[in-house]
């Protein structure tokens, strides 16, 4: 394998870390969103239960993202392989960082305007999160 073909490639351990942060963190906001704003299941989905997975995840999901920076960030940009989707990506998690700190500190109205673009910016994330996360074919 050449150099080249490693580049911005993460150790196993951290590649798990991301895809299990990013997941866990979307899926249950995705599940809270389907109990929440649509009634499906609510009784299942729109519990303390679903949103404090969804907090916990956030925040390891912020960590994973974190180790990842400085080194992924930097061969992303060099290579500008899966560019538009990184930054898509780096650009998303800024907003629904600051969204989700507005739904605990910000005013009532801005909190439902936080809300929705939570909801939104969070679905779209998740979306643009599995066209850039790479797919190993075994073999």
């Known amino acids: 394998m050449s150099t080249h073909s490693r580049l911005g490639k993460m150790p196993s351990w951290q590649r798990y870390f991301v895809i299990a942060g990013m997941l866990i963190c ?7 969103l389907l109990g929440h704003e649509f009634n499906i299941y609510r009784r299942l989905f729109a519990t303390h239960s679903v949103l ?48 989700a700190t507005l739904l605990y500190y910000g005013s009532e109205e801005a909190r439902e305007v936080a809300i929705k673009i939570h909801y939104y910016v969070g679905l779209t994330f998740f979306a643009i999160f599995l066209i850039h996360m790479p797919i190993k074919v075994p073999g």
């Open 26 to 32: 979307s899926m249950s906001g995705i599940f809270y």
């Open 52 to 99: 404090a997975w969804h907090g916990i995840s956030a925040l390891l999901a912020a960590m994973a993202l974190g180790s990842v920076l400085p080194f992924h960030l930097k061969a992303g940009l060099k290579s500008r392989r899966k560019l538009w989707s990184g930054l898509a990506q780096l650009s998303f998690l800024c907003i629904l960082m600051v969204t």
